[in-house]
């Protein structure tokens, strides 16, 4: 069974960053992990079959193989996505991994707004430089800081794409199937459990 989202209120501070208390809602990452055993044949079908299913479910493919692939399907669908594929095929290994990420989430956002401040700060030290070698020690430092605030604001977005959507792990794994000596044992095993187990 799938897990529910948790939406419990939560604060946090970085002790030393920032003297703000930034208060958020627990933040959620969810990964699917699926294995179907499937006839050989099958697993075409089944592959072509998630992907129409992809674009019901407006998620989207981040990778496609013969016989894998990986899907994310917005975190508000994810559970209907889930109920339409958990009985595609016989389950051969399910897995179903949650990830708080509330506290790195907060730290990340603590450092960008602490680095922001420190660019604006900077903007206007730059416009009262009194020399060249100030302006370019100044310029410097900016350019430092704006690049650790694209960083943070990278990771946020990645952050935020995490919690938007869940990922979907497929995969299909073959059925063996028996040649004509294993058809005759087959067909023995069945004979004798009928005459042993009677329903």
């Not at 051969?92 to 707004?113: F, V």
């Not at 430092?144 to 960083?151: A, F, L, Q, S, Y």
């Not at 299909?172 to 004979?191: A, D, T």
């Amino acid at each position: 069974m799938a897990p529910s989202r948790i939406h419990a209120e939560s604060e946090m501070s970085t002790s030393g960053e920032s003297t703000n208390t930034v208060s958020q809602k627990r933040l959620m990452t969810y990964s699917v992990y699926i294995r179907y055993k499937s006839d050989p044949e099958k697993i075409s079908v089944h592959m072509e079959y998630l992907k129409v299913l992809t674009q019901k479910y407006s998620g989207f493919l981040v990778s496609f193989g013969s016989d894998s692939m990986e899907i994310k399907i917005p975190a508000r669908r994810y559970m209907e996505f889930y109920e339409a594929i958990k009985n595609l095929d016989e389950v051969e290994h399910r897995d179903i991994r949650a990830l708080d990420i509330t506290e790195n989430y907060g730290n990340t956002e603590i450092r960008l707004n602490n680095a922001r401040k420190l660019r604006d700060r900077l903007e206007e030290l730059l416009k009262k430089a009194q020399s060249v070698n100030d302006a370019i020690s100044i310029e410097t430092e900016l350019a430092r800081v704006t690049e650790t605030i694209e960083i943070h604001e990278a990771t946020i977005a990645r952050y935020n794409g995490q919690v938007d959507n869940t990922s979907f792990h497929i995969s299909f794994s073959k059925k063996s199937r028996p040649g004509p000596v294993g058809w005759i044992f087959y067909g023995l095993y069945k004979g004798i459990k009928w005459l042993i187990v009677w329903d």
